[in-house]
């Protein structure tokens, strides 16, 4: 069974402008979440997505949002990019209970 | 809200059991505990989860006291490939999902 895919690995962007992520989760997950890894603030949780719906919600600006289709892939969008965005953005899935879930190896933004 | 902490860094050599540990204030009864390994330039890779006492894999043994103001990752006989940062999760079930990893455990292991 093929695990998490993001797309793409690296982005490198400029302040100011906006980003879309991409995540594919594993096969009949229908929980996707979203996280945001930084060495200073360690990984933290940004939204989950179930059903199409947000289901869950971390303390992130609203420039930070997110969509799921019908086939359970997701996106994450970030607007007006920030130096403090710079990240290794993580998605995970899951099965319908939400856990444990499953990463893949995430989407390194890197902003100048 | 639950706050995870767990030691910075600990060095162990080939062969020994290691044991993580995790603190967690705030957690409510039907809160899950899961831990994962990540390698530089990789997502965190499932280790193992539980919520009461004492749950064992193949690779590793989750205890949790009965207060689950703490959990303790157990590796045993560590190898020079079980070198990484281990993260505890917290998960929050209060009719919605939250998510609250931990600071993070650098785990080097010597020959």
């Known amino acids: 069974k093929a695990g998490v895919t993001q797309t793409p690995r690296y982005l490198i962007k400029t302040r100011g402008q906006q980003v879309t992520l991409s995540c594919s989760p594993i096969?009949?997950?229908?929980?996707v979440s979203w996280y945001q890894q930084t060495p200073g603030q360690g990984l933290q949780f940004l939204f989950e997505?179930?059903?199409?719906?947000?289901?869950n919600k971390g303390n992130f600006p609203g420039r930070f949002s997110g969509r799921q289709f019908s086939n359970s892939r997701s996106e994450m969008n970030v607007s007006t990019l920030e130096l403090g965005d710079s990240a290794l953005y993580l998605c995970?899935?899951?099965?319908?209970?939400?856990?444990?879930?499953?990463f893949g190896d995430g989407t390194r933004l890197s902003i100048l | 809200l639950a706050k995870t902490t767990q030691p910075i860094s600990m060095d162990s050599y080939e062969g020994q059991e290691v044991n993580i540990t995790c603190s967690h204030n705030?957690?409510?009864?039907?809160?899950?505990i899961t831990w994962y390994q990540q390698f530089p330039s990789q997502g965190p890779r499932f280790i193992i989860q539980g919520y009461k006492t004492k749950v064992t894999n193949e690779v590793a043994s989750l205890f949790i006291p009965a207060d689950r103001k703490s959990s303790t990752l157990s590796l045993p006989r560590v190898s020079l490939s079980d070198t990484a940062v281990y993260y505890c999760?917290?998960?929050?079930?209060?009719?919605?999902?939250?998510?609250?990893f931990g600071t993070g455990t650098r785990l080097k292991v010597l020959a």
């Open positions: 997505y179930f059903s199409e719906t947000q289901r």
């Open positions: 096969s009949g997950h229908r929980s």
């Open positions: 999760l917290v998960v929050l079930n209060s009719g919605t999902y939250k998510y609250i």
């Open positions: 995970a899935s899951s099965d319908d209970r939400g856990q444990p879930q499953h």
């Open positions: 705030n957690i409510a009864t039907n809160d899950y």
